[in-house]
């Protein structure tokens, strides 16, 4: 085993891992990067489509600019946030942010003229080179920041368990180097959690494979005290069928440099979602988008995996492929492009709950634990946000790295974790594979902890994990019992991430008993700001488990009512 020793270990590569490890880098402090994936090649920051123009950047009005802090508080968190931080990070993303990237080469993406390209409308957007794949540029920009300052970084190095110092606090963590094997641990006098907020939990969703809710699943472990898990956001446009391609979405949003977007079909060919005529305030209308797609789920047109259909065969085709790369899927699926429109269906996307966190510091219940980005449960989350998350981290552990002891090797802890891992990479005559496993536990949230829910479907959820921990779990079993490189024993590691995490959304989810934005219940349809304007909060107690509501401050937006169907509230 591997043993290394740094100030400060940050658990993930993506915006906010990236970014606080520079500014602890710049700080003068010692950082040390631990991703699953490669540093900027994985995870969700990749997939970032655009870039949100935050306050008065590019030639934003003072209204343009209230609109979009309406916009985070209101569509995009459905005021479950600390409006406080909202403001904060939306100044830093105007003063900060952009001009940033700009200076460390980031292109973003100009006319002929020169001049920036935006999105139209109310809240507007630019990308970096085009719409839809700003993340991958970005991300680049990154890791070369990261290469450049030779920041240490463990690759393909899944984290499987936090450890702590003699008294309680977190100092380490513990994680297997997939290529080779090898166990290696990080001794730390601080942890940042920035693993992700796009977890593959469901039948269909845009999460990568190795977003499987460690973060959440390695925190629960150590006490740490987790808000609002059961709210889950979904894609309402991405590409139904082949199932590979579920990730490739139509997406309904602004086009850069068009007053246009896709347009919503149901199967009897009705148009029932164009944003231009039905919520152009809402940059990203996933939930809008969502309670127009149930309404035609509940009227028998649509389904949540399929039976409507998005498309462009409202535009000139040079017009949408101007800054976009929608007529690329479109032809690689054998469609004419822009005559037709391709099957869509829902897939889940981020997960707006997560840690509960210090929103002044990102520091978690537990001392030495810090998170930072979508992993939080203080925000949902966009790059930007994500990007910003990673700085005030930083700022927040240089603030305590004084204070903070180094950490011993915790050998106890260690030689129990070697153990459990090693259970999992365990060949049985009768077994069942990781993959089965995986399959099981998606298939499961999906359907009874998916777009529309209720008590009965969420207990028997509850009561199917309870059998596969007595069951499966015990039977789990892979082909291949070698240390390196071995996938399947990855696959059993993450499993049992995904169902303790899927467990704690399931209680979540039955909790919050009210219908607010992409989170409905059938039971309860309903928006209830009277008794839910608050943060559904998650501790762990000596016999298990109980639930606290906190609520929100509304110091600059609130709702203009106490209770309402929730599919009739405007966002």
Same mark, same amino acid.
């Given at each position: ?36 994936? $490669?540093?900027?090649? /994985? ?51 105007e003063t900060v942010y952009y001009p940033e990237l700009e200076e460390a080469g980031l292109y973003l993406r100009r006319d002929e003229h020169g001049n920036m390209v935006t999105s139209p409308g109310k809240i ?5 080179? *085009?719409?839809?794949?700003? #993340? ?23 984290? +499987?368990?936090? $450890? ?33 907020? /796009? ?27 987790? %808000? ?10 991405? *590409?139904?069928?082949?199932? /590979? ?23 009897? #060919? ?27 789920? &509940?009227?028998?047109? %649509? ?9 462009? =065969? &409202? ?8 800054? +976009? ?18 099957? +869509? ?8 709950? #997560?840690? =509960?966190? =210090? ?18 449960? &203080? ?25 903070? #002891? ?14 459990? $891992?090693?259970? $999992? ?36 959820a509850l009561e199917e994990i309870a059998e596969i921990r007595l069951d499966l779990l015990p039977r789990l079993s892979v082909t291949r019992t070698a240390k390196g490189a071995n996938y399947e024993w990855l ?30 219940? /059938? ?49």
């Amino acid at each position: 085993m591997r043993v290394l020793e740094t100030d400060v270990a940050i658990v993930g590569g993506g915006a906010a891992g990236c970014y606080a490890a520079l500014n602890l880098y710049r700080a003068g402090a010692r950082p040390l990067i631990v991703c699953k994936g $490669l540093v900027g090649k /994985s995870g969700a920051s990749i997939f970032a489509g655009n870039l949100v123009l935050s306050g008065r950047a590019l030639g934003n009005t003072e209204e343009q600019a209230r609109n979009t802090a309406e916009f985070l508080i209101k569509y995009h968190n459905q005021f479950l946030i600390d409006q406080h931080w909202a403001r904060r990070c939306g100044q830093w993303i105007e003063t900060v942010y952009y001009p940033e990237l700009e200076e460390a080469g980031l292109y973003l993406r100009r006319d002929e003229h020169g001049n920036m390209v935006t999105s139209p409308g109310k809240i507007r957007s630019v990308a970096a080179n *085009v719409q839809g794949n700003s #993340g991958v540029p970005f991300m680049d920009l990154r890791r070369k920041q990261i290469l450049k300052a030779q920041i240490p970084r463990l690759e393909e190095t899944a984290v +499987t368990a936090l $450890l702590r110092k003699g008294d309680g606090s977190v100092g380490g963590v513990f994680g297997l180097d997939v290529m080779s094997g090898e166990c290696v641990a990080v001794l730390a006098r601080a942890v940042i959690l920035a693993t992700g907020y /796009s977890d593959r939990l469901h039948a269909r969703s845009t999460g990568t494979r190795e977003m499987s809710g460690d973060g959440i699943a390695m925190a629960w472990r150590v006490g740490a005290t987790l %808000a609002n898990l059961e709210m889950q956001w979904w894609h309402t446009n991405d *590409v139904a069928d082949p199932p /590979s391609w579920q990730r490739m979405q139509v997406y309904p949003n602004p086009m850069l440099g068009s007053e246009k977007s896709a347009r919503m079909v149901n199967s009897a #060919g009705e148009e029932f979602f164009n944003q231009q005529q039905d919520d152009p305030l809402a940059y990203g209308p996933y939930t809008v988008q969502l309670k127009a797609l149930a309404r035609q789920v &509940h009227a028998g047109k %649509a389904r949540y995996d399929g039976g409507y259909f998005a498309g462009f =065969d &409202h535009c000139d085709a040079r017009e949408v492929e101007a800054y +976009t790369t929608y007529g690329k899927t479109y032809r690689q699926l054998g469609l004419p492009f822009p005559d037709e429109l391709v099957e +869509t269906a829902v897939t889940a996307h981020y997960r707006q709950g #997560g840690i =509960d966190v =210090d929103t002044d510091t990102m520091q978690s219940s537990v001392p030495g634990l810090y998170v930072a980005g979508g992993l939080g449960g &203080h925000s949902n989350g966009l790059i930007g946000l994500a990007t910003y998350d990673g700085k005030v981290a930083a700022d927040g552990v240089l603030a305590e790295l004084p204070r903070l #002891g180094a950490c011993a090797l915790p050998d106890a802890e260690i030689e129990s974790e070697r153990k459990r $891992l090693e259970g $999992l990479r365990v060949s049985r005559g009768d077994g069942v594979s990781p993959a089965q496993l995986k399959n099981r536990i998606r298939a499961m949230m999906w359907e009874k902890a998916g777009v529309e829910k209720n008590a009965t479907s969420l207990q028997s959820a509850l009561e199917e994990i309870a059998e596969i921990r007595l069951d499966l779990l015990p039977r789990l079993s892979v082909t291949r019992t070698a240390k390196g490189a071995n996938y399947e024993w990855l696959d059993a590691i993450d499993a049992v991430n995904m169902l303790d995490t899927c467990e704690l959304i399931v209680l979540s989810s039955l909790e919050r008993k009210e219908s607010r934005g992409p989170f409905m219940r /059938s039971d309860f349809p309903l928006q209830d700001n009277a008794s839910w304007l608050a943060a559904n909060v998650l501790k762990r107690t000596e016999n298990g488990f109980c639930f606290e509501q906190r609520p929100y401050e509304l110091p600059f937006f609130k709702p203009d009512f106490v209770t309402r169907d929730n599919l009739e509230v405007a966002w």
